[in-house]
T-cell receptor, first 113, second 110 residues
């Protein structure tokens, strides 16, 4: 248990569906991240929020839409996904700056059919 | 820019040592090391900060050479529990920007 909780743990969705992934942390961290991890691929940074503002968006397709309503919650809204978007989506949180460790959630295993 | 890890995979017998390397083409402010077991979230091992420090955690230690923009993770007298994929994360100083390498898969056999 890392203190970062992701729901759901598993999700199967059709290409025309709209769904959301949720991440929650009560560690007092003010930076939160979404990473994508596919088979044989590294952890790909998707979005970074720091103090509830989006700091980085690494050219992620618009069918992925993040939302950070407060420093404890992070969402990833999904719509019209493609089968190649099937992957493990990991949320992480950390304190500010480059000297603080990141804590990861257990991930949501997404399958797009 | 993604750091480069080597080797991609390594197989050890219990008790043997291993070194995993991580290098970056950009200046680093810190290097993070994580281990991920199959089906689980990555777990933090250690952070090395700019300044060329070395850290240790039980029989796992690491060094950071900021001039060479490299970090190495040393696993001595490996145990079965060390098996997993090791990721280095490079922090280039931008706020909240932690980029991971492709990982090194370590398998420790009895």
């Amino acid at each position: 248990e890392t203190g970062v909780t992701q729901t759901p743990r598993h999700l199967v969705m059709g290409m025309t569906n709209k769904k959301s992934l949720k991440c929650e942390q009560h560690l007092g961290h003010n930076a939160m991240y979404w990473y994508k991890q596919s088979a044989k691929k590294p952890l790909e940074l998707m979005f970074v929020y720091s103090l509830e503002e989006r700091v980085e968006n690494n050219s992620v397709p618009s069918r992925f839409s993040p939302e950070c309503p407060n420093s404890s919650h992070l969402f990833l809204h999904l719509h019209t996904l493609q089968p190649e978007d099937s992957a493990l989506y990991l949320c992480a949180s950390s304190g500010q700056g480059w000297g603080t460790e990141a804590f990861f959630g257990q991930g949501t295993r997404l399958t797009v059919v | 820019q993604q750091p480069v890890q080597s080797p991609q995979a390594v197989i050890l017998r219990e008790g043997e040592d291993a070194v995993i390397n991580c290098s970056s083409s950009k200046a680093l402010y810190s290097v993070h090391w994580y281990r991920q077991k199959h089906g689980e979230a990555p777990v933090f091992l250690m952070i090395l900060l700019k300044g060329g420090e070395q850290k240790g955690h039980d029989k796992i230690s690491a060094s950071f050479n900021e001039k060479k923009q490299q970090s190495s993770l040393y696993l001595t007298a490996s145990q079965l529990s060390y098996s997993g994929t090791y990721f280095c994360g490079a922090h280039g100083g931008s706020q909240g920007n932690l980029i991971f390498g492709k990982g090194t898969k370590l398998s420790v056999k009895p």
